[in-house]
């Protein structure tokens, strides 16, 4: 585990995931592969002090934060000026923001972020975690995978309850426990 | 009042659910527009939904940093994209870099050239041009001390100051050198026929451009002709020797003082010269034309001396004593002999 990765290897072992984290914020996957391209030519740039960044994880994330805020602070600014976004879409890009503002990278380990969440979705049980994973991870709509398991709608969506419910405890250390402030 | 309580707390925990579920189905993309935008005054109103939508938010983003399938190739190819953008950033530095020296150079040989030319001018080596006239003649005092004593009729090109190889004059006529002796820096006189290269001496040059005659006297020192050819025959001179022009070529002979000494006591000896030779220096002495239609004159042999004060005709009445022949000025510079 002491094996130091070169920059090669760091860009792909993080550059899909990242792309994937910033999408749920952004929205669209050209504006997120575009911000983590940025993020990686910043660490490019740095790439002699590689070995000296002691917690590349909480790097990147912080970069690829601040990137998020500012894409999105940008396109509410240009929404405004254009009055191009309809109420709901501009609503949504601030909640969005807001979240993205509230996670907190620094609690992240140096530990592998992946390890980390597959830590916490090997806690669920089995059943639990499998709907979690195809609601989640491959993104099923709740009638497919009640089709797929055979199982009623309703089941799904309280297993899916159930999943985040623990998942937000085993991850806590990333995830807000109350709002500092609030929108105005 | 704990019924109460209790039924509070059940009517939040009902609510807290129902929170929950609408959350999971905005989140499942499953919300309409208008659902939205009732869920989201929702969370502007109340802190516990909208700590709940951050936390879910951000907990659905964490999830997808789970590894998937085909994540290596996505990766490696988004790679090779990142690669060739760096490659330019390297690439725009290099060039930003190199334009910089560039630049720089450019400045410096600019300001060279600035300075060369304006600050430096009087470096610049300028060109005298004497022209002496007709029947007359001038004594220089080149820049390293040279003599010159220049002959009628002639024009000599001297720089202010020599260039660091070479002392380099140009000559038009006839001319008697008295060379200061350097040997770092050959005397050259250039004429348009022949190049003489001179270290310390003192010899005499008759070269017109006009004339079809060339011809270096050595009094003493050496000297050395050519053509200004890279590949030319070179004929080295002893002292009394003369180079001259004979059938289009240079050849060597004996020299006789007297050919010479009118440079010094302006007495012209001709010693058993052709009248067409005689002619011919007249020509260039007086910067005239003869036409002789008499050709057995021009082969006829004649010594004799003329002055140089003497006027053209002075100089023609001296021949017509050996030999009868009339002549007629026709122009100022043309005069016909018959």
């Known amino acids: ?184 | 009042m704990i019924g109460v309580f209790f039924k509070l707390r059940r009517l939040n925990n009902m609510k807290r659910i129902m929170m929950d579920k609408r959350l999971t189905t905005y989140f499942s993309g499953l919300l309409s527009d208008t659902e939205k935008l009732r869920l989201f005054k929702d969370l502007e109103a109340d802190e516990a939904i909208m700590v709940e939508f951050v936390s879910l938010q951000n907990l659905f983003s964490l999830s997808k940093m789970v590894g998937e399938k085909g994540d290596g190739a996505y990766a490696a190819l988004k790679f090779s994209q990142f690669r060739f953008r760096t490659k330019k950033h390297q690439m725009r530095r290099m060039t930003l870099t190199l334009s910089k020296y560039a630049a720089v150079f450019l400045l410096l040989l600019g300001s060279y050239y600035m300075i060369d030319r304006f600050v430096f001018e009087k470096n610049k080596v300028h060109y005298t041009l004497i022209e002496v006239p007709v029947g007359q003649t001038r004594q220089l005092t080149l820049a390293d001390g040279t003599k010159v004593l220049l002959g009628s009729n002639t024009s000599i090109t001297v720089p202010d100051k020599f260039a660091k190889d070479q002392r380099l004059v140009e000559l038009d006529g006839e001319a008697l050198f008295t060379v200061v002796e350097d040997k770092s820096k050959p005397f050259i006189v250039k004429t348009s026929k022949y190049n003489i290269h001179v270290l310390g001496t003192k010899f005499n040059v008759y070269a017109y451009a006009k004339s079809n005659e060339f011809e270096t006297s050595l009094i003493h020192g050496s000297v050395c002709i050519d053509d200004g050819q890279i590949d030319s025959k070179k004929i080295y001179l002893k002292p009394s020797e003369k180079a001259e022009m004979l059938g289009g070529n240079l050849v060597k002979a004996p020299m006789n003082m007297a050919e010479v000494s009118h440079m010094n006591d302006g007495v012209y000896t001709f010693d058993k010269e052709t009248v067409g030779e005689v002619l011919e220096r007249l020509e260039r002495y007086y910067d005239v034309t003869f036409q002789v239609s008499n050709a057995s004159l021009l082969a006829s042999s004649f010594s004799g001396e003329f002055k140089s004060k003497d006027r053209m005709e002075d100089a023609l009445t001296v021949i017509q004593q050996s030999y009868a022949f009339k002549y007629k000025r026709i122009s100022e510079n043309i005069t016909e002999i018959y």
């Open chain 1, 1 to 184: 585990m002491e094996h130091k990765l070169n920059f090669e290897e760091i860009y792909t072992l993080y550059y899909p995931k990242l792309v994937r984290f910033s999408r749920e914020y952004v929205s669209s996957i050209e504006d997120a592969e575009n911000i983590v391209q940025d993020v990686f030519f910043i660490l490019w740039q740095q790439r002699e002090n590689i070995d000296e960044l002691r917690n590349v994880n909480a790097y990147l994330f912080r970069l690829t934060k601040n990137k998020c805020i500012d894409f999105l602070r940008h396109k509410i600014r240009i929404g405004d000026l254009h009055c191009s976004l309809q109420d709901v879409e501009e609503k949504e890009l601030q909640f969005k923001m807001y979240s993205i503002e509230q996670f907190d990278e620094q609690s992240l380990s140096n530990e592998d972020i992946e390890t980390m969440i597959n830590k916490a979705i090997d806690t669920l049980p089995p059943k639990c975690r499998e709907i979690f994973m195809l609601s989640r991870l491959d993104g099923m709509k709740y009638q497919e995978i009640a089709d797929q398991l055979k199982l009623s709608t309703n089941t799904i969506s309280n297993q899916i309850a159930i999943a985040l419910k623990k998942l937000k405890i085993e991850l806590k250390d990333f995830l807000p426990l109350f709002i500092v402030f609030f929108l105005s």
